[in-house]
């Protein structure tokens, strides 16, 4: 069975600095997609970013950045020059192959960026 | 604006009572999905439909049912709401087949109370 684990419920990071949110995946299928979404505390689900099981390259969007490590079946993300409005929760998520009809989500972690 | 806009967005139902959560895209997406978002769980699949004409189980689905209307338009019911259906619902769709890569663009809830 597939399974997203986000074992950070909480984090703080300063303005302007760097911060990884941590996932890791469990899945047998060969070919899937990662992906992370951002909750500001407003409520909406934004995309963030996406990786394919194929790609060699890991993501990269803007100040966002998917750290893919397939052996370790870990796909961190990594949000550089933090800024306020960062602040908001974030899930990783996966879907599988056939379609990526079933995409399911990790938990969640809050982020909460300090000026 | 283009997007998925869900009705309504609050509700307080009484135990044993009906409602129906409208949802409606106009991105021509094939695909749309319901999911529900529980504090420390993350968001859950409770059905999808593929493309219009068809409708699937999610990992959630007792106590619900769906009705795809058309292809813009996914319905999610509450028959006999309970107080464990208390939650935050989401409407999400995507292009068929490429939920795996692009993600999925969700409306912005509807918060449900039953008590």
């Known amino acids: 069975a597939q399974k997203i684990t986000q074992t950070q419920p909480g984090m703080f990071v300063q303005e302007k600095e760097a911060v990884t949110l941590d996932c890791t995946y469990d899945?047998?299928?060969?070919?899937?997609?990662l992906f992370w979404y951002k909750q500001p505390s407003s409520g909406e689900m934004i995309f963030l970013i996406y990786?394919?099981?194929?790609?060699?390259q890991n993501a990269t969007e803007g100040r966002y950045s998917l750290n893919f490590q397939k052996a370790r079946k870990s796909a961190n993300l990594v949000i550089s020059a933090s800024q306020l409005g960062d602040s908001a929760m974030y899930f990783c998520?996966?879907?599988?192959?056939?379609?990526?009809?079933?995409?399911?989500f990790g938990a969640g972690t809050r982020l909460f960026v300090k000026a | 604006n283009a997007g998925v806009t869900q009705t309504p967005k609050f509700q307080v139902l009484k135990t044993g009572q009906s409602m129906t959560l409208q949802c409606a895209q106009d991105?021509?997406?094939?695909?749309m999905y319901w999911y529900r978002q529980d504090p420390g769980m993350g968001l859950r699949l409770i059905y999808y439909?593929?493309?219009?004409?068809?409708?699937d189980k999610g990992e959630v689905p007792n106590g619900y049912n769906v009705s795809r209307l058309n292809k813009r338009e996914f319905s999610l019911r509450l028959e006999s709401a309970a107080p464990s259906q208390t939650s935050v619902y989401f409407c999400?769709?995507?292009?068929?087949?490429?939920?795996?890569?692009?993600?999925?663009?969700f409306g912005s809830g509807t918060r449900l109370t039953v008590v």
């Open positions: 999400a769709s995507s292009e068929a087949g490429t939920g795996v890569y692009y993600g999925y663009t």
């Open positions: 899945t047998s299928d060969p070919s899937y997609g």
């Open positions: 990786q394919g099981s194929y790609d060699q």
């Open positions: 998520a996966m879907s599988r192959g056939d379609g990526g009809f079933k995409t399911i």
């Open positions: 991105m021509n997406h094939n695909s």
């Open positions: 439909s593929a493309s219009e004409g068809t409708t």
